[in-house]
Nanobody
Framework: QVQLVESGGGLVQAGDSLRLSCAAS????????MGWFRQVSGKERDFVSV???????HYADSVKGRFTISRDNAKKTVYLQMNTLKPEDTAVYYC?????????????????WGQGTQVTVTS
């Protein structure tokens, strides 16, 4: 079993930055992709970003140029640096792990999920 624990959420003002972290533990596959999704109450969970084992990245258009995903394979940790935050970025952010190589933007492609961390951006 794999456990994912997110941290780094909080309350910030528009234009500020936040860095989310997600640490994986347990029996992960030898190579896996990790992604970030976000969800506003009452709405579907949306793709934000993904990074493959080798470091290839992909972003949703809404965050491209403002968010940066990175990972430390030795620490089994993925990060999401969020800059120039906007009120519309307010959501619960979830970390996810996909036990396969390659990029995926659909939540169904991911096998494990964290508990989520709240990000609130005020105007």
């Amino acid at each position: 079993q794999v456990q994912l624990v997110e941290s780094g959420g909080g309350l910030v003002q528009a234009g500020d930055s936040l860095r989310l972290s997600c640490a994986a533990s347990g029996r992960t596959s030898s190579r896996y992709a990790m992604g970030w999704f976000r969800q506003v109450s009452g709405k579907e969970r949306d793709f934000v970003s993904v990074i493959t084992w080798s470091g290839t990245t992909h972003y949703a258009d809404s965050v491209k140029g403002r968010f940066t995903i990175s990972r430390d394979n030795a620490k089994k940790t993925v990060y999401l640096q969020m800059n120039t935050l906007k009120p519309e970025d307010t959501a619960v952010y979830y970390c996810a792990l996909r036990s396969s190589v390659g990029i995926a933007t659909m939540s169904e492609a991911y096998d494990y999920w964290g508990q989520g961390t709240q990000v609130t951006v005020t105007s």
